[in-house]
């Protein structure tokens, strides 16, 4: 049988998380965020980046 990722925290196996959270100062925890914003946005949407990107390739 396959073993499949824990995507939640059981109780035998706390999450370390919230630790490594707490221990990054206010930039570090932008830049996360910032990060994971921008792959989210290149999932949703992949065409409007690659239009941006000939867009931007066109007026150089």
Same mark, same amino acid.
């Given at each position: 049988?396959?073993?499949?990722?824990?995507? +939640?925290?059981? @109780?035998?196996?706390?999450?370390?998380? @919230?630790?490594? +959270?707490?221990?990054?100062?206010?930039?570090?925890? #932008? @830049?996360?965020?910032?990060?994971?914003a921008q792959l989210i946005?290149?999932i949703v949407c992949p065409?409007?980046?690659?239009? #941006?990107?000939?867009?931007?390739?066109?007026h150089q």
């Amino acid at each position: 049988m396959l073993k499949q990722l824990n995507l +939640w925290p059981t @109780q035998e196996e706390p999450s370390q998380t @919230q630790e490594i +959270w707490q221990t990054l100062d206010h930039e570090q925890r #932008s @830049q996360v965020v910032m990060t994971l914003a921008q792959l989210i946005r290149k999932i949703v949407c992949p065409e409007k980046s690659k239009q #941006s990107k000939g867009a931007n390739n066109e007026h150089q």
